[in-house]
């Protein structure tokens, strides 16, 4: 299991219309046909006590698509 933590972003001041996005693109290929690849976007509001999952993709979805 791999994981990308990012620095806490304190947006605190940011104009509530402001429409505050993450944007990503991937790469895929499966490695191994016996195992079931995901992948998760976790957001948290309180400095990581609970988290709200904001983006889940498995298998085939990686491959039709590559932008989020």
Do not use: H
Not at 6 to 12: A, R
């Amino acid at each position: 299991s791999d994981e990308l933590v990012l620095p806490y972003f304190d947006l605190t001041t940011a104009n509530p219309d402001s429409n505050v996005y993450m944007s990503f693109s991937w790469a895929y290929a499966k490695s191994d046909p016996t195992f079931s690849d995901e992948m998760l976007v976790l957001l948290s509001t309180d400095c990581g006590v609970n988290y709200n999952r904001v983006f889940y993709r498995t298998q085939s979805a990686f491959i039709n698509e590559s932008l989020w």
